[in-house]
């Protein structure tokens, strides 16, 4: 019978910054918290009064990691409101951007954040001395992802083409042509990605999620369609909060979400690929079944395989989108603001994002709610690290609380994106 | 075909904290000058973005905000490539991102570092929320820009 305590007061390789701490007595496991101390945000306070035209610069400034993902969601819930829709190669564009954003934020993680922890280094620094090539890769990968960005998003960091109702600017055939052999290559790189990451030593565990994602009929999902689970949900957006709820814990400054009379559940990779594993293109599903994956996966340590498949399919629709593109004849459709309440869901690469906005006749904001992904799965990673830890205190302190990092950087958390929640928000409710 | 590589310069820091901001304002008053074969760029998304610019240049000057605790305004000069530059000037401020000096390390580690590596970091005082310089660092601005002219000079 053991008392053991597990603690990180720092975690590393994580956004931002969060701590670890498992107690256990009588070989039990009492507490498992996964706790957040950034400081609120109040983002949601900044965009109450602004114009509706504002919410996706507002909000892309939350993450520098993914901030397609906000202005995604933003910019869809703006046009809900307005009722207008974007289809064509305005919507094409989109999907393009997103992919950069998954290209770029899935090859920090996989390579530069997680693969240390299943090679055995401290970090990627470490790890680049025996692994000079795959780092190589994976920064040239990541490059391409940021390329794609900086051409639809304007600028080097902090997009600011992005606006409701399309771009203020789109880039010409020529432009988006030159991406063409470097996607081929980073294609061809994610596919040798799936295959290192499938070889990766994995620790037993397996949980019974609920996986949250998006689902849409015709495509693996980025910015549109309904929300599923594997246990029976399948609403419109609108219906976000009729079915999920936000609750405030003492060790984080990021509220904790569930669904209603349930539990836990999981948004992110695994959660996307276990309920549109039929959306992913051929060479994407192939390349899951040659690493061994199945159409489901409740390992969480594999979502770096997982991510890698996403990867694959990122650069698969970026060349298929590059490829049939005509230059629109306007960057964007014309918005007129009319009062009302609408919701977004995009899926950032860590999970769906929610945004729900009410707006006034003049297009000005009276109320603004955002629910990220990392504070969607903090309690699923609290319930990782309880299962793990209880089937593994045979391991020595120092593996364990190691085991226990890599539960938590299984999820790419962001946390500085997680925690803007304000009291405010919570009594208004 | 390196001659062909532009010169990269880039400017690091927050304009909405105080002195955070002079990294861009002197890469803002460098492009103002419009020189050939010179690329301007204001922040980046994180360290390993760094490696794959300053791979493709000629020559990468850095310029950030620094609080080492020397008198605002002074003026660091690092040659990276021949010197160590001491953590206390850009330690790892996040557990995520890459630091300038961490992706010193890793770029050398794979042999991605540019033929000239320069950064600069000028001293600030007042990082809190809000536009506008300290007086002292914006003087420290105006020499900076003149120093990596004459760098900019000497690379072309």
Request: proline share 5%; hydrophobic share 40%.
């Amino acid at each position: 019978m053991k008392n053991k305590t597990i603690k990180v007061d720092y975690l590393a390789r994580v956004e931002g910054e969060g701590r670890l701490f498992v107690k256990i007595k009588n070989d039990v496991v009492t507490e498992a918290q996964f706790g957040i101390f950034e400081p609120p945000r109040f983002f949601e306070a900044f965009l109450r009064g602004r114009k509706f035209t504002e919410a996706p610069d507002i909000t892309a400034r939350i993450c520098g990691i993914c901030p397609v993902a906000y202005q995604m969601s933003s910019t869809h819930a703006m046009e809900s409101i307005c009722g207008v829709k974007i289809e064509g190669q305005l919507r094409e564009l989109r999907r393009l951007l997103y992919c950069g954003e998954w290209i770029e934020s899935h090859a920090l993680h996989i390579y530069l954040l997680h693969a240390p922890d299943f090679l055995g280094y401290e970090d990627a620094i470490r790890m680049a001395k025996d692994y000079p090539d795959v780092v190589k890769q994976a920064l040239e990968l990541k490059k391409i992802g940021n390329e794609i960005m900086i051409l639809l998003g304007g600028r080097e960091i902090h997009p600011i083409n992005v606006r409701v109702g399309g771009f203020y600017k789109v880039p010409t055939k020529k432009e988006l042509e030159k991406f063409i052999d470097p996607l081929k290559w980073a294609l061809d790189a994610s596919l040798k990605t799936v295959e290192l990451t499938a070889g990766f030593p994995f620790p037993d565990l397996e949980r019974d999620y609920e996986c949250v994602s998006l689902r849409h009929p015709d495509e693996y999902p980025l910015c549109e369609g309904n929300i599923v689970s594997n246990k029976g949900i399948d609403i419109d957006i609108s219906k976000f909060l009729d079915y999920f709820e936000e609750q405030h814990v003492e060790h984080s400054t990021s509220l904790h979400a569930v669904v209603k009379e349930r539990d836990d559940y999981l948004v992110g990779p695994l959660a996307r690929y276990n309920n549109n594993f039929d959306k992913l293109p051929k060479v994407a599903r192939d390349a899951a079944k040659k690493a061994g994956l199945g159409k489901t996966c409740n390992n969480p340590f594999k979502s770096i395989i997982v991510r890698a498949v996403e990867t694959v399919f990122a650069c698969h629709e970026a060349l298929r989108i590059i490829e049939n593109y005509k230059m629109p004849d306007k960057p964007y459709v014309e918005v007129t603001p009319r009062e009302g309440v609408g919701h977004g869901v995009s899926e950032a690469p860590r999970g769906s994002l929610y945004h729900r906005y009410k707006i006034d006749n003049n297009g000005v904001i009276k109320d603004a709610r955002i629910i990220p992904p990392t504070s969607q799965n903090q309690k699923a990673v609290e319930k990782d690290l309880r299962q793990f830890v209880e089937k593994n205190l045979h391991l020595s302190d120092s593996k364990l609380t190691w085991q226990c990092e890599q539960v938590i950087r299984n999820y790419d958390p962001c946390i500085s994106c997680s925690c803007h929640f304000l009291k405010l928000n919570i009594e208004r409710e | 075909m390196s001659d062909k590589l532009p010169i990269v310069i880039i400017g690091l820091g927050n304009e909405f904290r105080g002195d955070d901001a002079v990294g861009l304002f002197i890469a803002r008053r460098v492009r103002d000058k419009k020189l050939p074969g010179v690329r301007v760029i204001e922040g980046v998304s994180d360290g390993t973005t760094l490696i794959e610019t300053w791979h493709k240049s000629r020559a990468t000057v850095l310029i950030d905000c620094v609080a080492s605790g020397a008198a605002a305004g002074k003026i660091h000069r690092f040659d990276a490539l021949s010197e160590k530059i001491p953590e206390k000037f850009f330690p790892a401020y996040s557990t995520h991102a890459f630091s300038i000096t961490e992706a010193v390390g890793l770029a050398e580690t794979i042999g991605r570092l540019p033929a000239h590596l320069l950064v600069y970091g000028v001293e600030g005082r007042n990082f809190e929320t809000g536009v506008g310089m300290s007086d002292k660092v914006k003087t420290a601005a105006e020499k900076v820009t003149e120093l990596i002219l004459k760098d900019i000079e000497k690379f072309q």
